[in-house]
């Protein structure tokens, strides 16, 4: 099949096709750099770097940047060609995406800002690296969710969206886990509090972060089928309402 | 664009066509690497989506029809339903008009034009030789794309099909009929002051509002509508889409449109029609959203397959 501009898959009018195109570079783009921000989130908090978290304060404005950015062009999209059958949904799918990395920006930010403060506490009072224990790995399936939606988003690969949806469950099933951990340093010891709700915090955003790329690969799954596969309950009832679609 | 339903209707799967591995529709963003393939039929021989309803005004078979030796339609199977109103869309030469025009035989006026298939309105065969074609016209009405009133009276372009088929007799029943049909067509507040001036004294708007008055008059089951609004302002377009939503209380109307806007915004159902063949019919909702035939993807995105 052809995608070149002249085959049949290119729009009479090619401005079109160049401006969609442009908006999803956009999208990729800020996809990436929010990625780098979890990364750089989670590891500055684990391993007390300061200036790691300070950059991640810094680039949030050039997250929020590029969501107002994106915004635009949606609408420009919209007032200017009106849209409709895969196009809608291509345009639509990418405004709901950029929200989501929005989103996932700010809890990125959240992260470096509890990196800041345990730096800030007293020597005696920062958390052990045992009560960070789960940060490192959740933070690792965080991103790799977020980057798998990136790949989906980019290759227009419905399997890879499937992927992010079934990471997501094991995301979650990981924070159900650490949050019993965590409990656990409570009961020992109630001087913990301080640094085992700021944990609780991190880890809840790195779930959070893990439901926004879910969000991303269902509005890829839209993108791509036209089928609406949000508020299931799990990767497998997605799995069956593709598969029924396919019957 | 109307609020629509969540619920696209998915193509029955026919036992005749051989599905062939194509690509799904695609948008103007490329797949970056290997595509996922699925199978869709490529063939445009066997209409994607439901074409039948189960409350038909009109139902058509296998209606083909040739101007000569030139085939313009090739099977074609669509039914309308009631109180609805379908739009038929697609490329310029592509059968559409020409379906239209069979529906009340319209094309018995052009030399060397043949229809074949069968055609029912409300289950009488428009074909069969006891139907009365002045008869026909009357229950299946037409407005044309250029407003064509009859070089009279505003009241007259209304009174006079009434008077033809004898619905009325009296001066005061042709007042009330006249009045009726103006206010229906939403025109009758702009023009009761001058029902005595011609037709064509009217603006285009007024005028195509007087043809659709004039249509309505002899109290049709369907109305036809030919690109209605292909020459009117966007004032004077909504105010005729308005009236086709109002109208549809009561009518049946099949309208062809080039503007896929307007298919959207009027109708419950669309057909798309490619090369005299009916590719794809859906609800609205779904041929805008997620069309799944690469033709409808094609048109209705602006691109040409």
Request: glycine share 6%; proline share 5%; with cysteine.
């Amino acid at each position: 099949m052809t995608n070149t501009p002249q085959g049949r898959n290119a729009h009479t009018v090619r401005q079109f096709d160049n401006e969609l195109e442009a908006l999803r570079g956009l999208v990729l783009k800020m996809g990436n750099l929010v990625c780098q921000q979890i990364r750089d989130a989670v590891e500055g908090l684990i391993t007390d770097k300061i200036a790691l978290a300070k950059m991640v304060q810094r680039r949030e404005d050039w997250v929020d940047a590029m969501e107002v950015e994106a915004d635009d062009r949606v609408v420009d999209l919209m007032v200017k060609r009106q849209p409709v059958g895969p196009d809608l949904r291509a345009i639509l799918s990418l405004g709901k995406s950029v929200r989501d990395l929005e989103r996932m920006g700010d809890e990125a930010e959240h992260v470096a800002r509890a990196a800041l403060e345990n730096h800030e506490r007293s020597s005696g009072m920062k958390p052990s690296a045992e009560l960070l224990r789960d940060i490192g790995p959740m933070g690792e399936l965080a991103v790799s969710l977020v980057e798998g939606s990136l790949r989906a988003l980019t290759r227009l690969d419905e399997a890879e969206a499937l992927a992010v949806t079934r990471q997501d469950d094991q995301l979650d099933s990981n924070f159900r886990a650490a949050l019993r951990r965590l409990a656990t340093f409570l009961m020992e010891d109630s001087r913990t509090v301080g640094n085992v709700i700021s944990t609780i915090f991190v880890i809840k955003s790195l779930e959070r972060i893990g439901d926004h790329a879910t969000n991303i690969a269902e509005h890829v799954i839209y993108l791509i089928r036209g089928k609406d596969v949000r508020h299931l309950r799990s990767s497998e009832e997605v799995q069956k309402v593709l598969n029924d679609a396919d019957a | 664009m109307q609020s629509m339903s969540l619920d696209p209707a998915q193509p029955s799967a026919g036992p005749a066509a051989d599905p062939v591995t194509v690509p799904r529709p695609e948008t103007g963003l490329s797949r970056q690497s290997q595509p996922v393939p699925r199978t869709l039929p490529s063939a445009p021989e066997r209409t994607l989506g439901e074409p039948r309803v189960r409350n038909a005004a009109i139902t058509s078979r296998m209606v083909s029809v040739h101007y000569g030796a030139k085939r313009a339609l090739f099977d074609i199977d669509l039914d309308i339903g009631r109180h609805e109103v379908i739009a038929l869309i697609g490329p310029s030469g592509c059968g559409k008009s020409t379906f239209l025009r069979c529906l009340n035989r319209m094309n018995d006026t052009i030399e060397g034009c043949r229809v074949s298939g069968e055609i029912r309105i409300d289950g009488q065969d428009v074909h069969s030789p006891e139907l009365d074609v002045v008869q026909l016209r009357a229950r299946v009405g037409m407005v044309f794309q250029k407003p064509n009133p009859f070089p009279k009276s505003i009241y007259d372009n209304v009174a006079y099909g009434p008077r033809i088929h004898g619905l009325v007799r009296t001066k005061p029943e042709t007042d009330e009929l006249v009045e009726k049909s103006l206010t229906r067509a939403g025109l009758f507040e702009e023009v009761k002051d001058r029902l005595k001036a011609p037709g064509t004294s009217l603006s285009g708007g007024q005028q195509q509002r007087l043809c659709i008055a004039r249509a309505i008059a002899v109290q049709p089951e369907v109305i036809l509508m030919d690109e209605p609004c292909s020459a009117l302002d966007p004032i004077a377009t909504a105010k005729v889409e308005q009236l086709i939503d109002d109208l549809r209380k009561n009518y049946t109307i099949a309208i062809v449109t080039h503007s896929m806007q307007q298919a959207a915004r009027v109708s419950q159902r669309t057909a798309y029609f490619h090369l005299g063949r009916l590719v794809e019919v859906g609800t609205t909702s779904q041929i805008f959203r997620n069309p799944e035939h690469q033709l409808t993807v094609d048109y209705i995105t602006g691109r040409f397959g």
